[in-house]
């Protein structure tokens, strides 16, 4: 890379599921890349295959404290991102929204960086218009179970766009609908890490309601595409965008497919539908397309392969040991799995590679 492309970027968050392939993506650029994290769902393990590489850096510290460094761009990510870790600590989830988009506002106006907001199409609630446009303001519950992160991530919208409107930072707002892959936590409750370690684990799969209720899932490689591209667009560019893929399913319909992807022959088992939990939500990705050019290429079971591939691994015994052992996942299911998913899973290694090469 040539020395006057090269840049310092901040990524906050960047342990985490999409923060990890975020830096993985910067790093292999040759950008330098610094990851602050405070470890609270993201792991070292995400990052672990980037610690060598002479232009990774990792910085333990919690975004609802100032930070001073050097640096040219700031995507922000920090925030847990998964209903049942940021409703463990509501008050500390709306601290990292907003307190951190203030820290880090206050870095990029100081050291003039470009800086991304990892929002959510949370912001839009339980929306009565759909699919959701950027110019919808949303249907949210101010004080319900949710509302740590929708009103955090909201406020976090307003912190952006004042910051702009008032000393011209140079933002960007990715409004991220739900994204999947290689590195979500198995535990972190979301429902495709859910289903997918349920069924090779041979559970039943816990479908939330009646399981009409919508989603539109985009692979984690199309949204970190996404926020490059967001981020490299010419300034000024201070409205919302949405990134994620309008290929909409009903959970019941994930259910199914995650069954299929693994290969796995458990049943689906139904139980209460969470506080407020939206009833259908699918992006309009027009603007995306017009000003980044941008839009996802993978398919929902391409994807899903993918991910169930990277499970398999993450679960199988590093030593032998005993089939259907302390790994938790029957040696019939690992197998069908493991068959079915295509072998391009093993990207995300191939990439690390080449870091370390
Ligand atoms: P994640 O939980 O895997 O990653 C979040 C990271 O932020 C973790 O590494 C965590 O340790 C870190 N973190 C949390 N609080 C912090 C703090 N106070 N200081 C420093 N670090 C802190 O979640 P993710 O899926 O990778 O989401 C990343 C970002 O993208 C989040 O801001 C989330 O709101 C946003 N987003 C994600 C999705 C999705 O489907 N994955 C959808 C919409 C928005
Ligand atoms: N869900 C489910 N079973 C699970 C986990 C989630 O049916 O084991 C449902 C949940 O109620 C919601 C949808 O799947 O309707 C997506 O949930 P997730 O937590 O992944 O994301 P979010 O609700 O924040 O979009």
């Known amino acids: 890379m040539k020395e006057y492309s090269r840049k310092r970027i901040l990524v906050t968050g960047g342990a985490g599921f999409l923060g990890s392939h975020l830096c993985e993506r910067l790093v292999t650029a040759g950008h330098d890349v610094l990851c602050v994290d405070n470890f609270y769902t993201g792991t070292k393990d995400n990052i672990a295959h980037l610690l060598d590489a002479p232009n990774f850096e990792m910085m333990r510290h919690d975004v609802t404290f100032p930070l001073y460094v050097e640096v040219d761009e700031i995507y922000n990510l920090a925030c847990p991102a998964s209903p049942v870790h940021y409703q463990q600590d509501p008050v500390q989830t709306t601290k990292t929204s907003v307190h951190g988009a203030i820290n880090l506002l206050g870095l990029a106006k100081r050291v003039k960086a470009r800086i991304l907001q990892a929002s959510t199409s949370e912001v839009y609630g339980d929306p009565s218009v759909h699919p959701q446009h950027e110019q919808y303001w949303g249907n949210v519950n101010p004080i319900g179970v949710r509302s740590c992160y929708d009103e955090g991530k909201r406020c976090a919208e307003t912190l952006f766009a004042d910051y702009y409107r008032q000393h011209r930072v140079d933002i960007r707002i990715a409004r991220i609908f739900n994204t999947y892959g290689p590195r979500m936590h198995p535990a972190d409750g979301r429902v495709v890490s859910n289903f997918i370690t349920q069924a090779l684990a041979g559970e039943a799969l816990t479908v939330y309601g009646d ?147």
Do not use: K
């Open 211 to 357: 399981g009409t209720q919508t989603r539109s899932f985009c692979y984690v490689d199309d949204l970190v595409d996404g926020l490059i591209r967001l981020m490299e667009a010419p300034s000024p560019f201070a409205e919302p965008v949405n990134l994620g893929n309008a290929a909409e399913v009903t959970i019941g319909e994930i259910a199914r497919e995650v069954i299929r992807v693994t290969g796995a022959r458990v049943p689906i088992q139904h139980a209460s539908l969470p506080a407020d939990d939206p009833r259908q939500r699918c992006p309009d990705l027009t603007l995306a397309a017009r000003r980044l050019g941008w839009s996802p290429a993978t398919t929902l079971a391409d994807g899903l392969a993918r991910t169930v591939r990277y499970f398999v691994q993450r679960a199988a015994p590093s030593v032998h040991r005993p089939p259907g052992g302390p790994s938790g996942v029957p040696a019939d299911v690992q197998q069908r799995a493991v068959s079915a998913a295509p072998a391009r899973v093993g990207q995300a290694g191939e990439r690390a590679q080449q870091v370390r090469a």
